[in-house]
């Protein structure tokens, strides 16, 4: 029981993850000026969206959705590693008003971790019916949609992090019900009179 309430809780913080940066994306999609209030307001979202799926991602290491192996487990491992570098280069953009190294090792480690993560978790099919497919959708997305990203805030860009989003909140949500829905499951199991000897 306590692995099905702790995934509700890593599974709310992805929710989070995903409503802060859609808020953050909604603030920034006009291009605003360095400095401006809407660009503090919407980095400043953006940022808290990234320690929040750094705890979405290291729930699903902790809950082990990718199997105990060593290699699962490393791979998990380094998850929420780039979500926590991409929320500092968040800080030290915000402080500076300036790039930094931390955002693209962060970014690119995250995206390319993501891609082997949803691959781990949708073999083990931990996740219950189809939601142990949302990391692999996000993970695959994610790498696909990172070609056409750019620093243009144009429409192709805000419509790519606009479905990034999307993604990402997905997977919040799968881990969320998922859990419910599986405790169901295993309570349903568990109750399930014996029959008679």
């Known amino acids: ?51 929040a799926v750094a705890v979405l991602t290291a729930g699903l290491a902790l809950l082990k959705e990718a199997g105990s192996g060593l290699p699962s487990r490393i791979t998990l491992a380094l998850w929420p590693v780039g979500w926590v570098l991409l929320g500092i280069g968040g800080i ?56 056409a990203q750019s620093d243009r805030h144009d429409l192709l860009t805000n419509i790519v992090d606009l479905a990034t989003n999307l993604l990402l909140l997905a997977v919040g949500i799968a881990l969320f019900l998922g859990s419910e829905a599986h405790r169901t499951v295993v309570g349903a199991t568990v109750t399930a009179p014996r029959p008679a000897e």
Not at 35 to 42: A, D, L, Q, R
Not at 43 to 48: A, P, R, S
């Open 92 to 147: 030290v953009m915000l402080t500076t008003g300036q790039d930094n190294v931390l955002l693209p090792i962060g970014g690119l480690g995250s995206t390319l971790v993501a891609l082997v993560a949803g691959v781990l978790i949708a073999r083990r099919a931990d996740l219950p019916r189809g939601r142990r497919w949302a990391p692999l959708v996000y993970g695959v997305g994610g790498f696909v949609l990172t070609f």
């Open 1 to 51: 029981m306590h692995h099905f309430s702790r995934a509700r809780v890593f599974g709310a913080a992805g929710i989070a993850g995903g409503l802060f940066f859609l808020a953050g994306w909604a603030v920034v999609l006009g291009d605003p000026a360095d400095k401006t209030t809407s660009w503090y307001v919407g980095n400043t979202l953006g940022d808290i969206a990234c320690f």
